[in-house]
């Protein structure tokens, strides 16, 4: 009897600690009307222009804090979602190997004119405006990028999740400001 007690108080203690905050905290991405969108940092936030996928992985910075973030793009050109290619190999895991149409970089970023980056993001031909928000979270301003952007309404802890699994319809259209 003591053992299926503590089985089960094991089984609900997770779900009595979850805090208030926690459960009216919004779902990231925050998409606004006006393009604004706040993200998660360390999770990957796609982007979909002219054919072309983007994937950002954001993190604040490490010696500024939320004052500044680092961050690493991946272009995926081939007009597919596919980040990964299976490998030839059959004794290897399959989808191990990087598509040869990524092209990716890093950069850094700081809120402000007077810093370095400026508070955009350069990733690949577009550049994204940021924000600080938290040590959690950040905010893109992709009403100002100059394509037509969309941005997948989900963000994804490795970007393998995110390979050859996207629903088409789900994307979200960003509207330009004027």
């Known amino acids: 009897m003591r053992n299926t007690i503590l089985i089960c108080m094991a089984m609900v ?64 050109t081939d007009g597919s979602d596919a980040f990964f290619r299976p490998d030839p190999n059959p004794r290897k895991r399959p989808d191990t190997l990087a598509n040869s149409s990524v092209r990716t970089s890093t950069g850094e970023t700081y809120e402000g004119e007077l810093y370095l980056g400026s508070g955009q993001i350069k990733s690949g031909p577009i550049k994204i405006e940021w924000s600080q928000g938290s040590l959690d979270s950040g905010w893109l301003y992709l009403g100002k990028v100059t394509a037509d952007i969309e941005i997948y309404p989900q963000q994804f802890e490795k970007l393998r999740d995110a390979d050859g699994t996207l629903d088409n319809s789900k994307w979200v259209r960003i509207k330009h400001e004027k």
Do not use: C
């Open 13 to 76: 203690a997770p779900a009595l600690s979850t805090s208030a905050d926690e459960l009216d905290a919004p779902k990231l991405p925050e998409i606004k009307e006006s393009g604004s969108t706040r993200v998660a940092y360390h999770r990957f936030t796609l982007l979909r222009y002219n054919d072309t996928l983007l994937a950002l992985h954001i993190m604040p910075d490490p010696q500024m804090g939320s004052a500044g973030i680092v961050y690493r793009w991946f272009h995926l």
